[in-house]
């Protein structure tokens, strides 16, 4: 069993949500914003055509810009979309800037799993996510993912959906009503299973937690707690995970802090992006 649902934006304006839910049953992904200062002019009208149209799964998405601050983008999607329904979720679709962009996507993704109480997915490109540093978060546990590559064989990267065509070229082509021969994605499993993962059961909370991109070479506990107003020990070093590879430096660094030393003087790897939970 497979679900197909369409990518939509301005470029639709006269998408029928109507007829795409005879369709499909309902289900399609629309954008809410550019950046931080461009609205889709179509996303009002799609997001309430599709409410009203009783759709069952909704993803709603940004386009983060390179050249803008990512907390500010996230601050305007959030003024712009406000509290998600049950169907809704929110979903993060990067695919543009220079070197690792692990850090600014867990930066949206804990920034709108925090405001809007629901973890959000991450969009990108097969190749753009292999080649800036999103391959460890598609390929790992904790976040729904969406992955374009157009073509006829699914891509190997770890992926919830595949956007396998974008009207033109790729797998899945399909006519959609009002919206023509557009992005098109692909869920392996019913319309009940992917409506459920917008509104799963609360999963266990986890700790707050930071993202710090280590550029002198070693990463001071202590400065991390001065800077979160907390003891250097209540940084929770044994769940500390880290993007990217797993070298002999990181090992290093991360036996010091199990061994309860609060700062240790293992230097960790220039580059390096670590996610470090917090206990309050």
Sequence with gaps: MTVLLPDLSEFQLNADMAGIRHANGGAAIIRA????????????????????????FLGIYQYLVAGQDVAAQAHAYRAIVGKLAAHEIAILDLEEGTGSQAARAAEWLALMGTALGKRPWLYSGEAFAQAHGLAPIFNGPDVHTWVAAY???????????????NGVIGANITDWPGAGRCDTSIYHGTLAELAALADPAAPHKAAPHVVTHVTAGRLSLAALAAQHKTKPMHILHLTCSHFGGFPAEVAAWGNAVWS??????????????LRVPVIP
Excluded: I, N, V
């Design 33 to 56: 914003c550019y950046g931080q200062a461009h609205t889709d002019h179509a996303f009002a009208k799609l997001r309430h055509d599709a409410h009203a149209d009783a759709f069952a």
């Design 151 to 165: 073509r006829s064989t699914e891509p190997a990267l770890g992926h919830t959906l595949w956007q396998s065509t």
């Design 260 to 273: 309860g030393d609060g700062d240790p003087a293992a230097p960790m790897p220039a580059g390096m992006h």
